[in-house]
């Protein structure tokens, strides 16, 4: 859905940035759902296979005596601490992924092409998230920025560029200039250019 879009069906300014909201909103919950649901069925993953390892170790028990028990206690003991940290890295690196895309959406780039090398740049920093923040990322966005700005869309040069008095010809090859754009903006001297043209 693109505000162009919106607009061609008629919908005012302010009736396109209820539409976003409304929308962001929705998205949000259903990835707020996605991800608990990803969670649980993590967690189901994890102590199923937890259980059939602890279950396999029981039955190797047999007829074994107690040294090459207590060994193989301490070697399943190993391979569990193992599971548990690559699986509370899996859910870190998708909590981190979802923090940053979040972020991201919160940023116009100049191209899907920048958003996604920005975003692989951040991800290789080593940054941290804590307690759903990803800390050091405002830092690193204006480093980013100041290497390449052509990454990222300038918001307040194109309100500038949007707002600015445009000088046309009228039709017939007259010279008188017909000045548009938003009066509240203008500069004196093109306000009362304006003025005058309209009264």
């Known amino acids: 859905m693109k505000t162009e879009d919106l607009q061609a069906q008629g919908l005012t300014e302010e009736q396109i940035k209820f539409v976003f909201a409304e929308n962001g909103k929705d998205i949000k919950d259903m990835k707020d759902l996605q991800k608990k649901a990803d969670t649980l069925s993590a967690d189901l993953e994890n102590w199923k296979k ?65 958003k996604q090398a920005v975003m692989n740049e951040i991800k290789g920093a080593g940054l941290k998230l804590i307690d759903g923040k990803i800390i050091g990322l405002g830092d690193m966005l204006e480093t980013i920025k100041a290497k390449d700005a052509s990454a990222f869309v300038d918001e307040a040069q194109q309100q500038r560029d949007k707002n600015k008095a445009t000088f046309t010809q009228p039709m017939g090859g007259g010279t008188q200039e017909v000045i548009t754009g938003d009066p509240a903006k203008m500069d004196t001297e093109t306000y009362l250019k304006w003025r005058k043209q309209n009264m």
Do not use: H, P, V
């Open 50 to 114: 937890r259980a059939e390892d602890a279950e396999n170790t029981l039955k190797g028990f047999d007829g074994k005596d107690f040294d090459a028990i207590q060994k193989e206690r301490d070697e399943w003991k190993a391979k569990a601490e193992a599971a548990e940290k690559e699986y509370k890295q899996k859910i870190y690196d998708r909590d981190f992924a979802d923090a940053l895309s979040g972020e991201m959406e919160k940023i116009k780039f100049s191209s899907d092409y920048a």
